[in-house]
């Protein structure tokens, strides 16, 4: 059984930061280090979208249009975690925020189909 466990969601003023963390564990989750790992949302009344990818290396990364500079995905493979730091934050940026995570190296996997794992997400609340 593999976990994804997040954490760091809140609630935010916008213009704000946040850094949401997301640790994976299990029997079968043999190496960290073998996964590429991502972050999507879903917010209200829409589907589950992709933010942020980074390889199973931590060599690449792929963010959505939306978030492209503002946030930042890093991953510490010697802690089974991988963060999404957000900076200048939006109230459109409010959502629950899902950690995945996909067997193998891949620095452009955005669909959601892709991940065989996901956690039970976090919620971002940002206020004007």
């Known amino acids: 059984q593999v976990q994804l466990v997040e954490s760091g969601g809140g609630l935010v003023q916008a213009g704000g930061s946040l850094r949401l963390s997301c640790t994976a564990s299990?029997?079968?989750?043999?190496?960290?280090?073998?996964?590429?790992m991502g972050w999507f949302r879903r917010a209200p009344g829409e589907e589950r979208r992709f933010v942020a990818t980074?390889?199973?290396?931590?060599?690449?990364?792929n963010y959505a249009d939306s978030v492209k500079g503002r946030f930042t995905i890093s991953r510490d493979n010697a802690k089974n975690t991988v963060y999404l730091q957000m900076n200048s934050l939006k109230p459109e940026d409010t959502a629950v925020y899902y950690c995945?995570?996909?067997?193998?190296?891949?620095?452009?996997?955005?669909?959601?189909?892709?991940?065989?794992?996901w956690g039970q997400g976090t919620q971002v609340t940002v206020s004007s």
């Open positions: 995945a995570a996909k067997a193998g190296y891949s620095a452009t996997a955005v669909l959601s189909r892709q991940y065989g794992y």
């Open positions: 299990g029997r079968t989750f043999s190496t960290f280090s073998s996964y590429t």
């Open positions: 980074i390889s199973s290396s931590g060599s690449s990364t």
